[in-house]
């Protein structure tokens, strides 16, 4: 089996390569899928996420459903280094944390608790049938959400976002992962 390291590359590289024409049909399809996903229509505080490295762009959401409230991550310094949430609207200033991600300048009363989100759209290197996301290997996602994981709590849903090429047989479980609701490709919503 390919080991996680070597499986982040491959499928990394994979959806950089996508071509522009392929790209924006896809992330047009996935955002469709999302806003027909009940859970996300009936949602009204949504975590979601500006492209970085080749994900599916869905800056289309936060103008199209302007009754939501849009949080984004942001990446604490080190030595914490934790990830939160932060109100974000189309405008807002932004700054590149230390990976160069774009994130919202944000002040302490900007933040959501993640147990108050109702959804999550979390990015994807890759994923499996099983519903198990692996992400870029910092696992803040798995770390702010590890209240999910022996939970029977229902919100927030975490929706993996990721386009088909980034399916596999298996990720490689670890200890630590925090399983998806659901996963939105542009052809499916795959649900574990």
Same mark, same amino acid.
């Given at each position: 089996?390919?080991?996680?390291?070597?499986?982040?590359?491959?499928?990394?590289?994979?959806?950089?390569?996508?071509?522009?024409?392929?790209?924006?049909?896809?992330?047009?399809?996935?955002?469709?899928?999302?806003?027909?996903?009940?859970?996300?229509?009936?949602?009204?505080?949504?975590?979601?996420?500006?492209?970085?490295?080749?994900?599916?762009?869905?800056?289309?959401?936060?103008?199209?459903?302007? &009754?939501?409230?849009?949080? !984004?991550?942001?990446? @604490?310094?080190?030595? *914490?280094?934790?990830?939160? /949430?932060?109100?974000?609207? #189309?405008?807002?200033?932004?700054?590149?944390?230390?990976?160069?991600?774009?994130?919202?300048?944000?002040?302490?009363?900007?933040?959501?608790?993640?147990?108050?989100?109702?959804?999550?759209?979390?990015?994807?290197?890759?994923?499996? &049938?099983?519903?198990?996301? !692996?992400?870029?290997? @910092?696992?803040?996602? *798995?770390?702010?959400?590890? /209240?999910?994981?022996?939970? #029977?709590?229902?919100?927030?849903?975490?929706?993996?976002?990721?386009?088909?090429?980034?399916?596999?047989?298996?990720?490689?479980?670890?200890?630590?992962?925090?399983?998806?609701?659901?996963?939105?490709?542009?052809?499916?919503?795959?649900?574990?």
């Amino acid at each position: 089996m390919e080991s996680r390291h070597d499986l982040r590359g491959r499928l990394r590289a994979e959806r950089r390569s996508l071509a522009a024409g392929r790209r924006r049909r896809a992330e047009a399809a996935i955002v469709a899928r999302i806003r027909r996903l009940s859970r996300y229509v009936r949602a009204s505080t949504v975590a979601a996420y500006l492209p970085f490295d080749g994900e599916p762009d869905l800056s289309a959401l936060f103008d199209a459903d302007p &009754d939501k409230r849009f949080f !984004l991550p942001v990446i @604490g310094h080190p030595p *914490d280094g934790s990830m939160r /949430f932060a109100a974000f609207q #189309t405008g807002d200033r932004l700054q590149r944390n230390r990976f160069g991600i774009h994130q919202p300048i944000a002040g302490p009363t900007t933040y959501i608790n993640p147990k108050s989100i109702d959804v999550v759209l979390a990015p994807m290197v890759g994923f499996d &049938d099983s519903g198990r996301r !692996l992400g870029m290997g @910092g696992g803040y996602y *798995d770390r702010c959400f590890e /209240f999910m994981r022996d939970s #029977t709590r229902v919100r927030p849903d975490l929706v993996g976002i990721a386009f088909e090429c980034q399916r596999v047989a298996d990720v490689g479980a670890a200890e630590w992962d925090v399983p998806m609701s659901v996963v939105i490709t542009e052809k499916h919503a795959y649900l574990p």
